[in-house]
């Protein structure tokens, strides 16, 4: 079955160091992969897309095939990054996103 | 721009009620999703739809039901509200184009 899991509910990092939010998938074929992002009282939002390989907010994410990975990372945390993040992608040949169950991040000043 | 607008914001149900979280979206977008999020569960999808006239079930449909009479309203029906659909619900659009999805700000519902 296809799923996204992401191992970490909480994590806190300091100012100004670096952030990896870690995403496995299982997927056959190639998958498209999303991160989405959580502000507090605020809605759900795109944050970056594996395909268009851009830099938001100074995240990026690589998709690994060797290690069915999309984890997302920034070298230096602010503490406007606190969120919650979610990795998401369609189930194959539908557009059902599946999304993991959160990571929380917390940059403590 | 509204974008995806979901009313109700909160609600407060009784055991064996029934209720509509109503949504819309004004973006002409094909797909519409409604998803659950529950503590450490993350968003589970409870029904999706591709276009006016046509639905499906996600993960977790049991207790609902969905319409889509018009490209722009997806509602959700609880049937006999239970305990275990206490619950925040986000409503979502997108179009094939990008894959991006445009959430509405969720609604808190509570049964007791």
């Known amino acids: 079955a296809q799923r996204v899991t992401q191992p970490e509910k909480l994590l806190s990092v300091f100012k100004g160091a670096p952030v990896e939010l870690k995403c496995n998938y299982s997927y056959s074929g190639s998958p498209e992969l999303f991160w989405y992002v959580q502000y507090s009282r605020q809605r759900l939002q795109l944050l970056l897309r594996h395909i268009s390989r851009e830099s938001i907010k100074g995240f990026t994410a690589d998709l690994n095939k060797g290690e069915t990975s999309f984890h997302l990372k920034k070298p230096f945390a602010q503490e406007e990054d606190s969120a919650m993040y979610y990795c998401?992608?369609?189930?194959?040949?539908?557009?059902?996103?599946?999304f993991g169950t959160g990571t929380r991040l917390k940059v403590l000043a | 721009n509204a974008g995806v607008t979901q009313t109700p914001k909160f609600r407060i149900l009784k055991i064996g009620q029934s209720m509509t979280l109503q949504c819309t979206q004004d973006?002409?977008?094909?797909?519409m999703y409604w998803y659950r999020q529950d503590p450490g569960m993350g968003l589970k999808l409870i029904y999706y739809s591709v276009g006016a006239g046509i639905t499906d079930k996600g993960e977790v449909p049991n207790g609902y039901n969905v319409s889509r009479s018009t490209t722009e309203d997806f509602p959700l029906r609880l049937e006999l509200a239970a305990p275990s659909q206490t619950s925040v619900y986000f409503c979502?659009?997108?179009?094939?184009?990008?894959?991006?999805?445009?959430f509405g700000e969720g609604s808190r519902l509570t049964v007791l």
């Open positions: 973006m002409n977008h094909n797909y």
């Open positions: 979502a659009s997108g179009t094939s184009n990008t894959g991006e999805l445009f």
């Open positions: 998401a992608l369609p189930i194959s040949g539908t557009y059902k996103y599946i």
